[in-house]
């Protein structure tokens, strides 16, 4: 009965947090951030009959296509909206909050009341993972797959079933055709897991050579689509220049010089935490929650070392302690951390950390300071970079919606606008373009620029008149080029 309640109370934890963070995405206000339009774009346009986004590099996409086809799939089925455009990563928040609970470690993973609570609210409370669970982005499904691989390795790795084997390469084939900062993830969790039972691993090898093939399978089959469309090269380079590290050995076999440049500019007059977001390192400092709760896995993990208890710890939980340290250096030294990967530090940190104040046996105060500790971060913490959490009265969609109105944007005429803007208009017209778009149509006749500096750089480039100013935007016309070529 004991057991059952437990379960109980954790499908409980798990839809109210689900509900909780739908209504909240109802009250969120429309205002896209870029990435958010970016994967928007691209999915919209696959369930439209085109091959790519018009963004990031028109025709050069730079991340792995399942996500973007599965989505375009859902909006056929649904509709193109921002609601439908963001649900999907909160049903894929809760699934993943379902296997951390039911599966990981046979699904015995946290035995109290109090550590399941902990777990709940540092997960649906957390609010760096809120900011990728009511996103367009594709981490929330990475983490998923993430963890349905690492579920599957352990299982096959303690029991060698066939079931547990073919589940493996199944999620780490998907994962491979969804994004790479879920499969770095991966290889960080299941090399730990190995590693901290290395006699095992020796006999467990063919695991690793089975996640191996299944990903080179996958990623193949990613390059045969991509190439099915020109852009296997372009794929490619895209994909892995987005790594600083990648950059520079790609600039050493080219040239046979070695940089330690990135394409941010560094000087004098940086503080430190402008020089520490050049290097794309700013999730260190972006998730503080994390921050916090690496600070007290440490002291418990003292604690448990000065008790000798140590191998009474589970393999899944010694690994998850292992991984949520060393997960930021890993991606760091893979040339790129942004706030948006903290996830694949946090969630195993919070994942050790419940079980860690289980045994230690002080659960019940210390997972009731996080909830509180939690509620209060999550409302009185800053918005995310320019994405706005919430905005009850809808001033944010008043003032935009007033003025995409008074910009005129016809439904039949290309046009450039800014990214924030996508949502409102995305639905009733296909003919948008916006920021890092590497391809504009010869038919692009209107754009809605927000600053003198992007006036300039586009006046170097096409020949612009002037109409009318909305807001703090300024409406052009666009009447020609000056350089031959750039409109495709």
């Known amino acids: 009965m004991k057991r059952i309640s437990i379960q109980g109370l954790a499908i409980l934890l798990g839809m109210l947090g689900l509900t909780i963070e739908i209504v909240m995405l109802y009250f969120r206000p429309h205002e896209s951030w870029y990435?958010?339009?970016?994967?928007?774009?691209?999915?919209?346009?696959?369930?439209?009959?085109?091959?790519?986004?018009?963004?990031?590099?028109?025709?050069?996409?730079?991340?792995?296509?399942?996500?973007?086809?599965?989505?375009?799939?859902?909006?056929?089925?649904?509709?193109?909206?921002?609601?439908?455009?963001?649900?999907?990563?909160?049903?894929?928040?809760?699934?993943?909050?379902?296997?951390?609970?039911?599966?990981?470690?046979?699904?015995?993973?946290?035995?109290?009341?109090?550590?399941?609570?902990?777990?709940?609210?540092?997960?649906?409370?957390?609010?760096?993972?809120?900011?990728?669970?009511?996103?367009?982005?594709?981490?929330?499904?990475?983490?998923?797959?993430?963890?349905?691989?690492?579920?599957?390795?352990?299982?096959?790795?303690?029991?060698?079933?066939?079931?547990?084997v073919f589940l493996l390469c199944v999620w780490s084939a998907f994962q491979m055709a969804t994004g790479f900062e879920g499969v770095l993830f991966t290889v960080i969790v299941i090399l730990i897991y190995g590693v901290l039972q290395w006699r095992k691993a020796l006999h467990n090898w063919t695991l690793y050579l089975y996640y191996a093939i299944s990903s080179i399978v996958s990623l193949g089959g990613v390059l045969l689509y991509m190439a099915s469309h020109d852009c296997a090269k372009a794929f490619i380079r895209t994909t892995f220049g987005f790594s600083y590290t990648i950059q520079g050995a790609i600039q050493f076999f080219e040239t046979g010089k070695f940089s330690f440049d990135t394409p941010v500019p560094i000087d004098d007059r940086m503080t430190l935490r402008e020089r520490i977001d050049s290097l794309t390192i700013d999730g260190l400092m972006a998730n503080r929650e994390y921050g916090v709760l690496l600070i007290i896995v440490i002291i418990l993990v003292a604690i448990v070392l000065y008790r000798k208890e140590l191998k009474n710890l589970s393999s899944i939980c010694g690994t998850m302690i292992v991984a949520g340290i060393l997960a930021p250096w890993v991606y760091i030294v893979a040339g790129r951390y942004a706030w948006y990967y903290t996830w694949a530090a946090y969630v195993p940190i919070l994942v050790s950390f419940c079980v860690l104040i289980e045994k230690v046996g002080v659960e019940k105060i210390v997972s009731s300071l996080l909830c509180i500790g939690m509620c209060l971060w999550f409302t009185l913490s800053p918005e995310y970079k320019d994405r706005k959490r919430l905005d009850f009265r809808h001033v944010i969609d008043e003032q935009n919606l007033c003025d995409i109105r008074s910009a005129g944007i016809s439904p039949r005429e290309s046009t450039y606008i800014p990214y924030k803007w996508y949502y409102y208009l995305a639905p009733t017209n296909n003919k948008l373009y916006f920021e890092g778009s590497g391809s504009y149509p010869k038919d692009m006749t209107k754009m809605v620029l927000s600053s003198p500096k992007e006036v300039e750089y586009w006046g170097n480039i096409l020949e612009l008149e002037y109409q009318y100013k909305v807001g703090s935007y300024g409406i052009y016309r666009v009447l020609g080029e000056k350089s031959n070529g750039f409109l495709r």
């Open 35 to 164: 990435d958010d339009a970016f994967w928007a774009d691209w999915g919209f346009r696959l369930s439209q009959g085109e091959f790519v986004s018009t963004v990031w590099g028109g025709g050069k996409p730079s991340y792995s296509p399942l996500y973007a086809l599965m989505m375009a799939l859902w909006y056929k089925l649904l509709g193109f909206s921002y609601f439908t455009a963001q649900l999907p990563n909160l049903l894929f928040a809760f699934l993943a909050y379902l296997v951390i609970v039911f599966r990981l470690d046979g699904g015995t993973l946290l035995r109290s009341k109090w550590s399941l609570l902990a777990l709940a609210f540092g997960y649906w409370a957390s609010d760096s993972l809120f900011g990728i669970f009511t996103c367009g982005r594709v981490d929330t499904l990475c983490l998923l797959l993430g963890l349905l691989t690492i579920d599957s390795f352990a299982r096959a790795f303690e029991n060698r079933k066939v079931k547990d």
